[in-house]
């Protein structure tokens, strides 16, 4: 199993940063990816960003040049720092985990951005 720990969110006026933070611990395997998503009442989970154990990353197109995901080795530890943040931006954010087996999910940290 994999354990998701994250931290990060809060309240944050528009125009201003947060930064999240996730660390995976337990039965990592060599390739993988982890990520982002954000999940608004009423609608489904989206994904914000994701980098995987090959380097790869991607962003939904809402955050670009305002999102930047990195990835800690060997802590296994995904950050997202997020700068200019919109009310739009509001919503609880989850981590996420998957490999050839298995799919984890984190608890999910509230960002509010306040107009």
């Known amino acids: 199993q994999v354990q998701l720990v994250e931290s990060g969110g809060g309240l944050v006026q528009a125009g201003g940063s947060l930064r999240l933070s996730c660390a995976a611990s337990?039965?990592?395997?060599?390739?993988?990816?982890m990520g982002w998503y954000r999940q608004t009442p009423g609608k489904q989970r989206e994904l914000v960003a994701t980098t995987t154990s090959a380097g790869n990353i991607n962003y939904v197109d809402s955050v670009k040049g305002r999102f930047t995901i990195s990835r800690e080795y060997p802590k296994n530890t995904v950050y997202l720092q997020m700068n200019s943040l919109k009310p739009e931006d509001t919503a609880v954010y989850y981590c996420n985990y998957v490999d050839n087996s298995y799919n984890y999910w984190g608890q999910g940290t509230q960002v509010t951005v306040s107009s």
């Open positions: 337990g039965s990592i395997r060599s390739i993988n990816a």
